[in-house]
């Protein structure tokens, strides 16, 4: 069973920074993809980043490209999204995401990630 437990959270000033960290259990078998989502309120979710776990292939949606990075720790199971020059817009709910599926056109679509964690909240004020 694939478990995804985030941590990282917080309140920060707009420019400034958070890491968010996802504790993955479970998933060693998959080659699909992993990644973070965020949703506001009375906001559609939308995708932040993910990762092509078969060749580490990292993809960014434009909002976050050169502010938010990805990265993966393979030996603490752990995946991180390091978060700089946040803007009050960042402002949401952040889940970590996984997928058995390894279609790249598709890697943005929240529907086609069935594991899912609990989330934590990032609020950025300005």
């Known amino acids: 069973q694939v478990q995804l437990v985030e941590s990282g959270g917080g309140s920060v000033q707009a420019g400034g920074s958070l890491r968010l960290s996802c504790v993955v259990s479970?998933?060693?078998?998959?080659?699909?993809?992993m990644g973070w989502f965020r949703q506001a309120p009375g906001k559609a979710r939308e995708a932040v980043a993910v990762?092509?776990?078969?060749?580490?292939?990292?993809d960014y949606v434009d909002s976050v490209k050169g502010r938010f990075t990805l990265s993966q720790d393979s030996a603490k199971n752990t995946m991180y999204l390091q978060m700089n020059s946040l803007k009050p817009e960042d402002t949401a709910m952040y889940y970590c995401v996984a997928r058995k599926l390894s279609d790249w056109d598709s890697r943005f679509a929240g529907a086609t990630y069935e594991f899912w964690g609990q989330g934590t909240q990032v609020t950025v004020s300005s």
């Open positions: 479970g998933y060693t078998y998959y080659r699909g993809y």
């Open positions: 990762i092509y776990i078969r060749n580490g292939n990292i």
